[in-house]
């Protein structure tokens, strides 16, 4: 069974950093791309980011270019995504999802961790 | 950018109705097309993918159809497990997310 494991979320002040991480299990991580996608509070999905399998190819959404940056650990099964220069409209719930094999559609998410940029 | 609007917003029905949820994209994304159901305090579930193809698990009463530009989603028969907010979502070009229908109770 697919089990992804987000974490690292929390209050930051705006401007701040924060470093959130997805733990992958029950398939080969390394044979798929991640995502993260972020849901603000009573709003809908946002796509973020994406990363492939290798880690060779990485993309993000305008709002978080040069801002958000994605990586992954392949040896740890583990997902990042390192945010600096946060802002209030940053706030929401970030989900790590699984491409299925590279096909650009999510078959398998995470629960979420929460970030709140607030002074 | 690739923008996707889903209609209606809200959708009251009552068990047993035929439910059907729009989703027009900007541009044509042929049929990379899939759509999600989430419930209150859960990630999204992954229901129908490439337009029309039914993910693994996911009841047969759920289908998707269209292509192009234009996209539905359908439940033959709701049932009460199935009141929760449904996105679609393109995967085209770069990744794209309707608003969101939320079906509740009549």
Redesign the interface.
Known sequence: EVQLLESGGGLVQPGGSLRLSCTASGYTFSSCAM?W?RQAPGK????VS?ISGSGGAI?Y??SVKGRFTISRDNSKNTLYLQMNSLRAEDTALY?C?KD?LN??????????TLVSVSS | ?IQMTQSPSTLSASVGDRVTITCRASQSIRN?L?W?Q?KPG?????LI??ASSL?SGVPSRFSGSGSGTEFTLTISSLQPDDFAIY?C?Q?NS???????TKVEIK
Do not use: I
């Open positions: 995502t996608v809908g999905l946002e796509w994406t993309y959404a305008d989900y999802a299925f096909e650009a559609y999510f078959d398998s998410w995470g629960q979420g | 950018d990379w899939a999600y989430q859960k990630g999204p579930k992954l993918y490439k993910e996105y979502q995967y770069y990744w794209t997310f309707g608003q969101g």
